[in-house]
T-cell receptor, first 113, second 113 residues
Framework: GAGVSQSPSNKVTEKGKDVELRCDPISGHTALYWYRQRLGQGLEFLIYFQGNSAPDKSGLPSDRFSAERTGESVSTLTIQRTQQEDSAVYLC???????????FGPGTRLTVL | GQQLNQSPQSMFIQEGEDVSMNCTSSSIFNTWLWYKQDPGEGPVLLIALYKAGELTSNGRLTAQFGTTRKDSFLNISASIPSDVGIYFCAGQGNTGTASKLTFGTGTRLQVML
């Protein structure tokens, strides 16, 4: 497809389990971003990739959160030992280059029971 | 993380009415952006503003970048049912990574026929 895709679209997990969320950016986009959107809130920045490196991880809320990007393409956001406050929609965006227009995926809705 | 102050929080308007919403920040941004988010989707860019004082139109939408670089407003003229959704402002490029977006808290727009 032409747009940013994310999987799964929905994820329900039990407290304490690890989850992996996947983002496939638009082909050729060098910059990739992860955001979190709690219910009824705006988006909060988590991490930014330029190529395969992450110059800004300042938004990751704790060391339970990590992300990687391989082949300047797919990115995975991992949340270890999930907590109920991790419940949110996790959105990925990509842009052709840093500072360019960010195109968002549909998000992964994570529910931690 | 930081979120910009956006008002109003929600609006109920009649079809055909004009709508105005605004966004303020305690810090300066180099770029102001306005997005619309439909249920189950990621935000879609409506208008981008790059210069203090700039006034930009996109069809029925008009947005302005405040002269202090700490605020922006969005106007929608002659609203129609498909304008329903949540509108977010976002600032880009003040400190740290220039690429990350800092979002407002959102304005939920509902249009009555």
């Amino acid at each position: 497809g032409a747009g940013v895709s994310q999987s799964p679209s929905n994820k329900v997990t039990e407290k304490g389990k690890d989850v992996e969320l996947r983002c496939d950016p638009i082909s050729g986009h060098t910059a990739l971003y992860w955001y979190r959107q709690r219910l009824g809130q705006g988006l909060e920045f988590l991490i930014y990739f330029q190529g395969n490196s992450a110059p800004d991880k300042s938004g990751l809320p704790s060391d339970r959160f990590s992300a990687e990007r391989t082949g300047e393409s797919v990115s995975t956001l991992t949340i270890q030992r999930t907590q109920q406050e991790d419940s949110a929609v996790y959105l990925c965006a990509s842009s052709y280059q840093a500072g360019g227009e960010q195109f968002f995926g549909p998000g992964t809705r994570l529910t931690v029971l | 993380g930081q979120q910009l102050n956006q008002s109003p929080q929600s609006m109920f308007i009649q079809e055909g009415e004009d709508v105005s919403m605004n966004c303020t920040s305690s810090s300066i941004f180099n770029t102001w952006l306005w997005y619309k988010q439909d249920p189950g989707e990621g935000p879609v860019l409506l208008i981008a503003l790059y210069k203090a004082g700039e006034l930009t139109s996109n069809g029925r939408l008009t947005a302005q970048f405040g002269t202090t670089r700490k605020d922006s407003f969005l106007n929608i003229s002659a609203s129609i049912p498909s304008d329903v959704g949540i509108y977010f402002c976002a600032g880009q490029g003040n400190t740290g990574t220039a690429s990350k977006l800092t979002f407002g808290t959102g304005t939920r727009l509902q249009v009555m026929l």
